[in-house]
């Protein structure tokens, strides 16, 4: 199957340098020029052809393409008598699904590459200015074709000339060519314009449409975005010391996906829910990046930004090579190590007396990606480590501490110990050199040698102790709210150690493991619905936008609570129930689009989604077929510390009794 016209117009208008569609270009305008370019196939491949008065149909026979398929089944069950205007506006309704669809095609087909945040990079095989086919051939890159054609008399291919005028129909020739260059070649484009018999129907109505953009219907002011009620002097503090995500679903439920919370002296400007969620996936990159406060966490923790306080450029090279080594595959490869540290630690856990749940798996978690992702033997002072980054977070994220907090002893000397992790890590990289496996933080220090400026060395204790440190939270509270909800579930928790002994059964598990454990995955996704660990985020709108019916004006600063749509019972039904079956295939609630976003989303969703999903189960199925765990006390409830996000608190603990009397761990 050759590369479809819909893919390659992609790849011209692809914004290789912030790796997305450009924001100049309208979804209006995107949606014309894909179905223009479906239409256009079809009548290549001799399944339509057009005239001033209609579009004909001439053959319906499918050409196994999810991309043409859908406009020609739709031509061949409707009116006959349309015309090819028609057509291209009806077509325009698949828009972005055939624009999606295109994408992914690309990336299965080796042309781009992309990571969870929906960012795509020019590929090893795109860089060769070849494309490869699905039927092993390969094609000659778009813009080398077209620029040989242009500045050439020789007589082009067929194919290429519908490409040109496809081009220069939709504006997407004009960004190749400088003014002085699309003056020199008018004649000759006009000349290859003529050469294309079914463009001369179809590219006057995609000029046409290009233009006839229903007019948005006139927002409301900001000063009309409603308020949630609240107290005098406290507006909704004492209500958002609870559960974010629940508190938004609430406001979300009574007024709308956008609204307004004071909270004390603060005022916040509140988008929620699913259309939250879309919007910072389809149109964040072009309205939105983050606030100040990122900023000052990034001083805070050593740099002059991290990388999750970074933009455009910058922020797409750095993940592109952080990429790799956050992956599962770094975790998989691994295996005898990542078991080796799980079972030492779960090991300690059988001296006696009860465990503090949330510091142990705090200690568990840190080793776990200290040495996958730094090659550390040991990492010291996960307590400490805690302390600072929960105290960073609350100071210059959450706002809910002042400044001089930072400067108390108990924090400096938490501090104190992030160097010392940060010294640690490149006293290790230097013993370690050129021997032994990479990790994310070779992979760093690599990008520092060449590009100094992009990562200068003043910023490296920040950028490489961060990473280590990040699945504090993520990974290690996860994991403590699900060995609570697991003792308070035995028959799940059954079959979450029937399920870890068979993936045991014949000593290391097999990479991948997430397959053999179905039901401790789900369990861990319904854990981190119910306890969203980044319930929300805050960002600084660049461009102001329409959301809702409002305007929203540029300047403001905006809150992005996605995980309100854990909690709308409209997308997962009794939405406190803890309910394992919501992701089973016949159910799958949390498919549907923006509702379920556990590592936040958009261009700053979280690179090691796949790692930490990893990570998470296959340490509880460790835990479950090395120990039997008991609530101490015995029916404990959990008390959760609500903030920037949910917090386990010290009083939630376990005894450990090893399942086997006759086994015994492994040393560390």
Known sequence: MTIRFAEEILLLILDEEHGDLPQSYSEHLLDIVAAGAVLMDLAQERRIDTDLE?????????????????????????????????????????????????????VENGVLETDAGGIFFSSAVTRSRRYPTRDGS???????????????????????????????????????????????????????????????????????????????????????????????????????????????????????PVFRVRALNRRLLVLAGPEAVQFLQRQGKGHLRTGNEWMGFSWQMGASKVIIAQEGPAHVRMRKTMAPGLSPQCLHERMPEFMRITRSEIDGWLQGGPVVGRSALQRLVTRQSGALLANLDTVDGSDELDRFLN????????????????????????????????????????????????????????????????????????????????????????????????????????????????LFDGGMPAAPPLSRLDVTNRFAMETMRVYSITPAVMRRVTNSFVFAGHTIPAGADVVIAYGAAHHLPEHFPDPQRFDIDRYTPKRAEHRAAGVYVPFSAGAHSCLGRGFAQTQIALTLATIFHEVDLEMRPPGYRLKVSYGLSPRPADSFRFIARRRRAGDTAPAA
């Not at 991309?67 to 077509?91: E, F, H, K």
């Not at 400067?407 to 032994?436: C, D, N, Q, T, W």
């Not at 490489?464 to 060995?483: D, R």
Request: glycine share 6%; proline share 7%; hydrophobic share 45%.
């Open 54 to 106: 209609q579009l004909v149909l001439v053959d319906p026979t499918p050409l196994e393409d999810e991309l043409l398929d859908p406009t020609l089944a739709d031509i061949a069950s409707g009116p006959g008598d349309r015309n090819a205007d028609y057509w291209l506006v009806r077509t325009a309704e698949r828009g972005r699904e055939i624009r999606e669809r295109a994408l992914a095609r690309l």
């Open 138 to 256: 390969q094609i000659e890159e778009a813009r080398l074709r077209i620029m040989r054609v242009l500045f050439s008399d020789e007589i082009p291919d067929p194919r290429d000339v519908v490409l040109i005028c496809l081009s220069d129909a939709s504006g997407v020739l004009g960004r190749l060519l400088t003014p002085q260059e699309r003056s020199r070649l008018r004649e000759r484009i006009e000349q290859i314009r003529k050469l294309d018999l079914i463009g001369r129907f179809l590219l006057p109505a995609i000029r046409q449409k290009q233009l006839a953009a229903e007019a948005p219907p006139a927002a409301r002011p900001p000063s009309e975005i409603p308020e949630v009620k609240g107290l005098p002097l406290l507006g909704s503090a004492l209500s958002m010391t609870g559960d974010l995500s629940v508190f938004f679903a609430r406001q979300y439920q009574e007024l709308g």
């Open 391 to 502: 105290t960073v977070l609350d100071v210059e994220v959450a706002k809910r501490r002042p400044k001089w907090w930072l400067k108390l002893p108990r924090v400096s000397r938490a501090r104190e110990s992030y160097r010392a992790l940060f010294k640690e890590i490149m006293a290790v990289h230097e013993r370690r050199k050129g021997a032994g496996a990479s990790t994310v933080v070779d992979d760093l220090l690599d990008l520092h040698r060449r590009d100094p400026r992009l990562l200068p060395e003043e910023d490296l204790p920040g950028v490489v102790g961060s990473i280590v440190i990040a699945a504090l939270h993520t990974g290690a509270f996860t994991l403590a709210f699900a060995l609570y909800e697991a003792l308070k579930r035995p028959r799940l928790l059954n079959m979450m150690r029937t399920e870890a002994d068979a």
